[in-house]
Every structure is written in C-alpha cells, then in structure tokens.
Nanobody, 117 residues
Framework: QVQLVESGGGLVQPGGSLRLSCAASLNFFNIYTMAWYRQAPGKQRELVAVITSGGTTNYIDSVKGRFSISRDNARKTVSLQMSSLKPEDTAGYFC???????????WGKGTLVTVSL
C-alpha cells in the first residue's frame, strides 16, 4: 500500500523558516513527479512547488525565492524548505506523487503550517 507521510509542520513567526519532509513508500519513486500543495481554510487547494523525475522545479509566484523543493531518490523523500514565511503561507501542506504513465496519483494526509506572532 502506497503511503506518503508528511512531517515538519508547526507554528512559526513571520519571517521564520520551516522544512517540510515527505517520506514515500513507493516503488519506482524516482520516476514520479513529486509536489507540495497547500490548502488554507476556506480556500481551494493550490500547487505550491513541483519537482519532476529529472529534477526540474517550478513554483507558484507567491513563493518564488522563498521556498525550495528537493528530492532524495535513495531515501524516497521530498522536502520543502520554506523561509521568509508570511501569515498568508498558513495552510495545510500536502505531498503528492504523480505518474500518469503508471496511473498513480497519491496524497499524504498533510501537515499544518501556521505563521503567526
């Protein structure tokens, strides 16, 4: 059974940093596109950052220059380094693994990030 388990969320002050991690129990992890999504209360889930199997990354404009996504294929993990956090970054953050060719689309249960004084 595929599992994605996020960790690293918590309460942080504005301007602070957090590092989220996602551990995946996935065969062929290295060929999956991995992504972080977030969902704030009352808002739709949005894609925050994505990293392809080849290591290409992309970010939504609001986090460019502040967030960095990376992956470790040997450890089957994907991380999101977040810095200069703002209150508007407050949300549940979810890990996603996707491979259209294999028909796989998997989600973790999420980790909560709260940016507040």
């Amino acid at each position: 059974q595929v599992q994605l388990v996020e960790s690293g969320g918590g309460l942080v002050q504005p301007g602070g940093s957090l590092r989220l991690s996602c551990a995946a129990s996935l065969n062929f992890f290295n060929i999956y596109t991995m992504a972080w999504y977030r969902q704030a209360p009352g808002k739709q889930r949005e894609l925050v950052a994505v990293i392809t199997s080849g290591g290409t990354t992309n970010y939504i404009d609001s986090v460019k220059g502040r967030f960095s996504i990376s992956r470790d294929n040997a450890r089957k993990t994907v991380s999101l380094q977040m810095s200069s956090l703002k209150p508007e970054d407050t949300a549940g953050y979810f890990c996603n693994a996707n491979n259209m060719r294999l028909g796989g689309d998997y989600w973790g249960k999420g980790t909560l990030v709260t940016v507040s004084l």
